[in-house]
C-alpha cells in the first residue's frame, strides 16, 4: 500500500484490524443467517425469527472478537486497574 | 795494721831517742838501773795503749765498713770515731783489699829495705843494723814468697772463677782440669813453701855467725857489771856494759884539749866503738895525770907511747877486721840475696810457666769445648731455625694466599667500580646521546604523528564525508556498514574514546546493514500515510478503547478543522501539526521529539515511523559526534 517494503506497518494496524472485523462479521454474520434460515426451514416453519436472531448471534460474536482484537486487555469477567493502565499509558 | 807496726816502730824509735838523750845528759856514776826499770814500764804502758787504741780504732774502722749496725755504733758512741770513718771514706779503705794492703805493705817495705842497703853500703853498719838487715831481708824473702804464693793463689782463683765463669756448665772433663791444675797450683804453692822454710834456714844460717860475730868486740874486753864504787874506775882491758857506753865519749873531749890527745885522732874510730874510745880516754886521762905530776913525765912517757902506739895499732886493727867482715857480710849477704832473687825468679818463672801452660791448655780446651758448644747450638739453632723458617714460610704462604685473595677481591672491586665509573661515564654520555636522540626522535615523532595526525585526520573526515553521504544524504536507503567500518578503523586508530564509543554503539545495532531512511521519505512518509491515520485515531482514549471509541473517532475526526503551524496544545492534531510543522522545517529531532510525546493508540500507529527516525537520528548524532572529534583534533593538529 505504501513505500515501505514491510508487510506490517504500524499505522496499517487499525486498517488491518477493521478489514478483518468486517470480514469476520460477514462470515459470522453470513453463518447466523444460515443457520437460522436452515432452523427456520427445518424447526420452525419458515419463521423469520430464527434467521434474524442466528443472524443477530453472528453479528454479536463478530463484534465480541473484533471488539477484543481492538482492546485485548478487555476480557469479560476481568478489570484492569487504572494504575496499571495509567503506568503503561504513560 | 802496718800503720800500727809503723807508728810502733816510730814510737819504739822516739823511747831510744829519749833514752839515749838521757844517757848522755845524765852522769856516768849515776845509778842507771832503777829509772831503767820504771822507764821500761811506762813505754809499755804507753806502748801497748798506743797499739791497742789503734788497733782498735783501725780494726773498728774496718769492722765497721762490713758491718752497718757497728758502723752506726762507731760513728755515734765512740769519741773520734766519726772522724776516724770520715778519714778512712776519704782513704777509700772501703775499697781496700787485702791483697793491696799487702801490695802497698811490700812497698813500703821494699823501701824499707832500700833504704837499709843504703845504710849498709853508707859504711855505718852496726852489728845490730846488720842483724836488723838480715831480719828484715828474710823478711823481705819471706814476704815476697808468701806475696808470690798469694799471688799464684789469687792467679789460681782467678783462673779458677775464670773458667768457672767461661765454661760454667761444662763437662766432667773440664772440672777435672780445673782440679788438676788446682792441684798443680797447690803443688806449686807447697813447693814455694817448701823453698821458702829452705830459705829461712838458709837465711839462719849466715845469721847465726854474724850474731856470734856481734858480741865478739864486746867479748874482747872483759865487760865489768858491777856497780863501781865512787870515784872508782875500770881497770884497763875491762868495760862497761853497753848501755853505758855511750856516756865516755863526753869526758874524751874535756882531756883533749891539754896534751896531745888521742881522742880525735881516733875519732873516727870511737864514734862507732866505744870501747875504743873508752881506751883512749882513759890514755887521755893518764896522759892528763902525767902533765899534772910533771915528774913522772920522763918515766910516763915511753909507756904512755907504747900504750898510744899499740891503740892506734889496734884500733887499726879492728877497723880491718871489721871492715873484712863487713865486706864478707856484704858479699855473703849480696850472694844470698841473688841467690834468692835468682831461685825466687827462677819459683816465678815456674810458677809463671805452669801457669802459662795450663791456662794454654785450659784455653785451648776451652776453645775446643767452646767449639763444640758452638758446633751443637749451632746445629740447635739451624734445627730451629729450619723448623721456625718452614713455619714462617707455611704462615707467610698462607698469608700470601689470604692476601692474595683479599687483594683479588679487592681488585674485582676495584675493577667493579671502576667498570662502573666508566659505565657511569659512558652511559652518561650514552644518555646525554639519547637524550638528543630521544629529543630527536621526538621531534620526528611528533613530525611524523603530527602527519599522522593529520592523514589521520584527513582520513577521518573523509570516512566521515563518505559516511554520511551513502548513510544521510543518499536519496534511497541503503546499507552503509562499509563506510562505517572504515570511519571506525580510522577513528579506532586515533584512539578517540568519544568517537569510537558513539561508532562502537553504532556499529553494534543492526542500522549499518539496513540502512536509514532519508529524510524526504521519511517526511513524505509521515505526511502521506502517518498523519492522516493518526488524526483519524486521535478521539480514541487511551485506555479501554474498544472498536465503537474507534469507529466513533473516526467518524468524528473528519469533522475537525486541520490545525497548521506550531499550535500549542497536548491533544493528538496539535502535536501532529507541530511535527508537520517541524518536518517541513527539516527538523526530524524536534518533530521525533513532538510524537514521541503521543500516547496510546496513535503511539502504536507513529511506533514504525518513529523508529525509522529514530534510527536516523542515532546515525546523525553519531557522525554529528564523531565531525565535532575531527574537528576539535583537526584543531589541535593546526
Known amino acids: ?36 434460515v436452515v432452523l427456520s426451514v427445518v424447526l420452525f416453519k419458515r419463521r423469520t425469527w430464527p434467521i434474524a436472531l442466528s443472524t443477530g448471534f453472528g453479528a454479536g460474536i463478530a463484534y465480541a472478537d473484533c471488539d477484543r482484537s481492538f482492546n485485548p486487555a478487555r476480557i469479560p469477567g476481568t478489570r484492569i486497574v487504572s494504575q496499571l493502565s495509567n503506568a503503561e499509558g504513560k | 795494721m802496718y800503720r800500727t807496726s809503723r807508728l810502733a816502730l816510730a814510737a819504739s824509735r822516739g823511747a831510744v831517742r829519749v833514752v839515749r838523750r ?85 812497698q813500703r817495705f821494699t823501701s824499707a829495705q832500700r833504704y837499709v842497703t843504703d ?53 766432667a772433663i773440664l772440672r777435672d782440669q780445673s782440679e788438676q791444675f788446682s792441684r798443680g797450683v797447690d803443688d806449686l804453692i807447697r813447693e814455694a813453701q817448701a823453698a821458702l822454710a829452705k830459705g829461712v834456714d838458709v837465711a839462719k844460717l849466715p845469721i847465726s855467725p854474724e850474731v856470734a860475730a856481734a858480741p865478739s868486740p864486746t867479748d874482747d874486753t872483759t865487760v865489768y857489771n858491777a856497780p863501781l864504787p865512787v870515784g872508782f874506775e875500770l881497770p884497763p882491758g875491762y868495760s862497761r856494759p853497753k848501755p853505758a857506753k855511750k856516756p865516755q865519749a863526753a869526758p874524751t873531749e874535756e882531756t883533749t884539749a891539754r896534751l896531745l890527745r888521742l881522742s880525735p885522732a881516733l875519732s873516727s874510730i870511737t864514734s862507732s866503738e866505744p870501747i875504743i874510745a873508752h881506751l883512749a880516754g882513759t890514755i887521755d886521762e893518764l896522759t892528763a895525770y902525767v902533765e899534772a905530776n910533771p915528774a913522772a913525765t920522763a918515766k910516763a912517757a915511753s909507756v904512755l907511747e907504747t900504750a898510744k902506739s899499740d891503740l892506734t895499732a889496734l884500733a887499726t886493727r879492728i877497723d880491718k877486721v871489721r871492715e873484712d867482715e863487713r865486706a864478707e857480710l856484704e858479699a855473703k849477704l849480696d850472694d844470698q840475696t841473688r841467690e834468692y832473687t835468682v831461685k825466687l825468679m827462677e819459683l816465678e818463672m815456674e810458677a809463671q810457666d805452669r801457669l802459662d801452660g795450663q791456662e794454654q791448655e785450659f784455653r785451648r780446651f776451652f776453645d775446643e769445648e767452646r767449639g763444640k758448644l758452638t758446633q751443637a747450638y749451632r746445629e740447635k739453632l739451624e734445627n730451629e731455625l729450619q723448623t721456625q723458617t718452614e713455619l714462617i714460610n707455611e704462615r707467610l704462604k698462607e698469608e700470601v694466599i689470604a692476601q692474595g685473595i683479599e687483594l683479588q677481591r679487592r681488585w674485582i672491586r676495584e675493577i667493579k667500580v671502576r667498570v662502573e665509573e666508566e659505565r657511569g661515564g659512558r652511559l652518561a654520555k650514552i644518555d646525554e646521546l639519547s637524550a638528543n636522540l630521544k629529543r630527536l626522535e621526538r621531534v620526528a615523532l611528533d613530525n611524523s604523528t603530527y602527519l599522522d595526525e593529520n592523514i589521520r585526520i584527513h582520513a577521518l573526515w573523509s570516512a566521515l564525508r563518505a559516511l554520511s553521504t551513502s548513510a544521510l544524504a543518499s536519496p534511497v536507503r541503503k546499507s552503509f556498514r562499509e563506510e562505517l567500518r572504515v570511519l571506525r578503523h580510522v577513528a579506532a586508530a586515533r584512539e578517540d574514546p568519544v568517537a569510537a564509543a558513539a561508532l562502537e554503539s553504532l556499529e553494534g ?28 485515531v486521535a478521539l480514541v482514549p487511551d485506555q479501554n478503547a474498544g ?14 478543522f486541520k490545525r497548521h503551524g506550531l499550535v500549542s496544545g497536548d491533544d493528538v492534531l496539535s502535536v501532529l501539526a507541530r511535527a508537520e510543522y517541524y518536518l517541513n522545517e527539516k527538523d526530524l529531532d524536534s518533530a521525533a521529539r513532538e510524537l514521541n510525546q503521543l500516547g496510546g493508540t496513535a503511539k502504536l500507529l507513529l511506533h514504525d515511523w518513529l523508529e525509522a527516525a529514530r534510527r536516523r537520528l542515532e546515525v546523525q548524532q553519531a557522525l554529528e559526534v564523531v565531525q565535532a572529534q575531527a574537528t576539535l583534533a583537526s584543531l589541535l593538529v593546526v
Not at chain 2, 472498536?547 to 475537525?560: D, T, V, W
Request: net charge positive.
Open chain 1, 1 to 36: 500500500m505504501s513505500t515501505t517494503p514491510k508487510p506490517p506497518s504500524s499505522e496499517d494496524i487499525l486498517g488491518q484490524k477493521y478489514d478483518r472485523c468486517l470480514a469476520d462479521f460477514l462470515v459470522k454474520a453470513g453463518v447466523g443467517f444460515s443457520a437460522g
Open chain 2, 509 to 536: 545495532s543492526d542500522v549499518p546493514d539496513v540502512g536509514v531512511e532519508p529524510f524526504a521519505d521519511l517526511a513524505t512518509w509521515f505526511a502521506r500515510e502517518v498523519a492522516p491515520k493518526v488524526s483519524h
Open chain 2, 119 to 171: 845504710k849498709i853500703s853508707g859504711a855505718t853498719p852496726t852489728v845490730q843494723d846488720a842483724k836488723q838487715a838480715v831480719k828484715n831481708t828474710r823478711d823481705s824473702t819471706v814476704k815476697a814468697i808468701q806475696d808470690s804464693k798469694d799471688r799464684a793463689t789469687s792467679a789460681a782463683a782467678r783462673i779458677r772463677t775464670e773458667i768457672k765463669k767461661d765454661a760454667s756448665g761444662a763437662n
Open chain 2, 22 to 106: 838521757r844517757l848522755t845528759t845524765e852522769p856516768p856514776s849515776a845509778a842507771p838501773l832503777p829509772p831503767k826499770k820504771k822507764r821500761h814500764v811506762v813505754r809499755n804502758i804507753l806502748l801497748s795503749t798506743t797499739v791497742l787504741v789503734g788497733t782498735f780504732y783501725v780494726g773498728s774502722t774496718f769492722f765497721a765498713f762490713k758491718n752497718e749496725a757497728y758502723y752506726q755504733f762507731f760513728s755515734e758512741r765512740v769519741p773520734l770515731g766519726y772522724s776516724m770513718l770520715e778519714y778512712a771514706e776519704d782513704n777509700q779503705w772501703e775499697t781496700m783489699t787485702l791483697e793491696s794492703a799487702i801490695n802497698s805493705a811490700t
Open chain 2, 547 to 560: 472498536l465503537l471509541s474507534h469507529l466513533a473517532s473516526r467518524a468524528f475526526a473528519g469533522l475537525r
